[in-house]
C-alpha cells in the first residue's frame, strides 16, 4: 500500500473527528488501554494502602479485649474462667514455662517423631512480638477478680498451689496479611483435659472473629463443639446468641461505612 495514501486517510480521519466533535478511532482505543491501565494501578495501590491501614490499625491495639469487657468472662457448669490479653514479647518465665507444657501435653502425641523439631517451631512463634494472646484463668470461687502469679515453673495449673486464680489454657492469635487480604490467624487454642468439653473452645473462637470484625480484617475457621448437659447446651446457646448479635451489628455497621464510602467516592466523581 502506497505509505502516502496511508497518511492522507489517517489525516482525512483526524479532520472529519474534528469537525464532529469526536476523536479518531485510533487515538480513542489508546486512551481507553492507558486509562484502563491508570485505574487498575489506582485500583491496586488503593487495596494496598487499605490492607495496611488495616494492620496499622489492628497493630496499635493494645488489648483487643477492651472492647468487648462483658465477653472477658465465660461460665458455665463447673467452670468460671476470665480472659486476659498477653503478647509474645512479653511474656514472664512462668508464662514460657506453661505455655511449653501445655502444648507438650496436648500435641506430643500428634506429632510423635516430628514433635522435637516442631516443638522448636512453636517455642520461636510463642516469643514472636506480634504474637497475641488470650489466657484463660479459672477461679474455684465464682464471681472473684483476684489475679495471682503462677507459681513454679514446668507445672500446669493442676499442680500449681497457693493460687485462687490458675491459667487453664490460651489462644494464640495473630494480624498478618494472606492473599493480600488482612486476616486473624489462629496460631494455637491450647486447653487443659480438666475445661475441655464444655464449649470454651468455641466462645474463644467466636470471640476472635469478633475481635477481627472490630478492627476490619477478616477471619475463617471451622467451629467444633459438643455439649454434654442440657443445661451447659442452653447457657451455650445463650452465649452464642449474644455473641453472634454483636457480629451482626458490626458486620452492619462496616456495610453502612463501606456503602458511605462509596456514595462519597460517587459524588466526588459527579462534580
Known amino acids: 500500500m502506497d505509505p502516502t495514501r496511508v497518511k492522507k486517510s489517517v489525516a482525512m480521519e483526524k479532520g472529519l473527528a474534528q469537525l464532529l466533535g469526536q476523536k479518531p478511532a485510533m487515538e480513542v482505543g489508546g486512551f481507553s488501554r492507558n486509562g484502563e491501565k491508570r485505574m487498575k494501578r489506582k485500583d491496586i495501590l488503593d487495596k494496598k494502602k487499605a490492607v495496611d491501614e488495616a494492620m496499622k490499625a489492628a497493630s496499635s491495639v493494645k488489648d483487643p479485649l477492651v472492647s468487648f469487657s462483658p465477653f472477658c468472662h465465660y461460665d458455665t457448669i463447673g467452670l468460671s474462667v476470665h480472659l486476659k490479653s498477653g503478647r509474645g514479647d512479653k511474656l514472664s518465665s512462668p508464662m514460657k514455662q506453661y505455655i511449653q507444657n501445655l502444648l507438650k501435653v496436648n500435641m506430643e502425641g500428634s506429632y510423635g517423631s516430628e514433635w522435637p523439631a516442631e516443638e522448636k517451631v512453636k517455642r520461636r512463634e510463642m516469643v514472636a512480638p506480634e504474637a497475641r494472646y488470650i489466657f484463660v484463668h479459672s477461679f474455684p470461687d465464682s464471681g472473684t477478680n483476684e489475679m495471682t502469679a503462677l507459681l513454679g515453673t514446668g507445672k500446669t495449673s493442676n499442680t500449681i498451689t497457693g493460687a485462687r486464680a490458675t491459667i487453664v489454657g490460651f489462644v494464640q492469635y495473630r494480624f498478618t496479611i494472606e492473599e493480600d487480604l488482612p486476616v486473624v490467624y ?19 473462637m467466636q470471640l476472635i472473629e469478633l475481635i477481627a470484625c472490630k478492627i476490619g480484617v477478616d477471619s475463617s475457621y471451622e467451629i467444633l463443639c459438643k455439649a454434654f448437659s442440657d443445661e451447659a447446651k442452653a447457657k451455650l446457646e445463650v452465649t452464642s446468641d449474644a455473641l453472634s448479635s454483636l457480629l451482626v451489628e458490626e458486620e452492619m455497621k462496616k456495610d453502612k461505612e463501606e456503602e458511605d464510602g462509596r456514595k462519597k467516592q460517587r459524588r466526588k466523581s459527579e462534580k
Open 186 to 204: 489462629v496460631y494455637e487454642l491450647q486447653l487443659e483435659p480438666s475445661v475441655q468439653g464444655k464449649g470454651l473452645g468455641r466462645f474463644l
